[in-house]
């Protein structure tokens, strides 16, 4: 099964994804955690993603598609993966279907989770992840099981990331109408996008995909 998870910075993609991950036995494959992972080995790509990314701004089309199609290549790709922060803007929406297509396989949902922009900020702020395995959690909405111990992997430093300030969530919601906002319609025309009331709680949210993917 391959499906794309989409909405706004903070709408809860990286969440839902993690849960499907477990869930569903597929990968989650999150364009900005290989952008991170790319800026703190400094590689090439890296050093042209980084100031971007601080900016609040798209890393180009060239950069994350390239890293995504060698991705999708890989063995833990083969039962299906879930795409998380990809694709970005409808010409990444385009190369993603030649892509598919070439393998011989195609999208089986696009799932756009619905939060209110006052909403976003909030889990933004709030947010923070494993320094070791990426969990994520919030301040108040989602904490660890026992107090400063990851629930996932044992680990007990968490991190938080350089972009999720006030002054860059408002860049990053502004490029995410401009540009990333378009794609729905994109989807919409081919009559595989669906929506989810992002607003519930995560298990609600959670409930409504798990409703969407067994159909
Ligand atoms: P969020 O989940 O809060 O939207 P991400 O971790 O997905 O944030 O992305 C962080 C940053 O990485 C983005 O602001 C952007 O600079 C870059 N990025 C991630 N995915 C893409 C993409 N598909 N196209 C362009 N830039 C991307
Ligand atoms: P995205 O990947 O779309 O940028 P995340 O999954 O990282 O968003 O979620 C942003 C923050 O909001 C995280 O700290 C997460 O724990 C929290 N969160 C996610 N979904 C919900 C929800 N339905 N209700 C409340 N908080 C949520
Ligand atoms: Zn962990």
Do not use: W
Not at 13 to 18: D, E, I, L, R, S
Not at 21 to 50: C, F, I, P, W
């Amino acid at each position: 099964m391959i499906i794309i998870l989409f909405g706004p910075p903070g709408a809860g993609k990286g969440t839902q994804a993690q849960r499907i991950e477990k869930e569903n036995g597929l990968v989650q494959l999150s364009t900005g955690d290989m952008l991170r992972a790319a800026v703190a080995a400094k590689t090439h790509y890296g050093q042209k993603a980084q100031e971007k990314m601080q900016a609040g701004q798209l890393v180009s089309d060239d950069i994350v598609i390239g890293i995504i199609a060698d991705r999708i290549k890989e063995d833990d790709c083969k039962n299906g993966f879930i795409l998380d922060g990809f694709p970005r803007t409808v010409a990444q929406a385009e190369a993603l279907d030649e892509m598919l297509s070439e393998g011989g396989v195609a999208l089986d949902a696009v799932i756009e989770i619905q939060v209110d922009d006052s909403a976003l900020v909030d889990r933004i702020s709030g947010r923070y992840t494993c320094a070791n395995c990426l969990e994520g959690y919030h301040d108040t909405n989602l904490k660890p099981k026992v107090d400063g111990v990851c629930d996932a992997c044992g680990g007990t430093e968490f991190k938080r990331r350089a972009d999720d300030n006030a002054e860059t969530v408002e860049k990053r919601l502004k490029e995410y109408y401009a540009q990333t906002a378009p794609v729905l319609p994109y989807y919409a025309k081919k009559g595989i996008l669906q929506q989810v009331d992002g607003m519930k709680s995560i298990d609600d949210v959670a409930a409504q995909i798990a409703a969407i993917l067994a159909a």
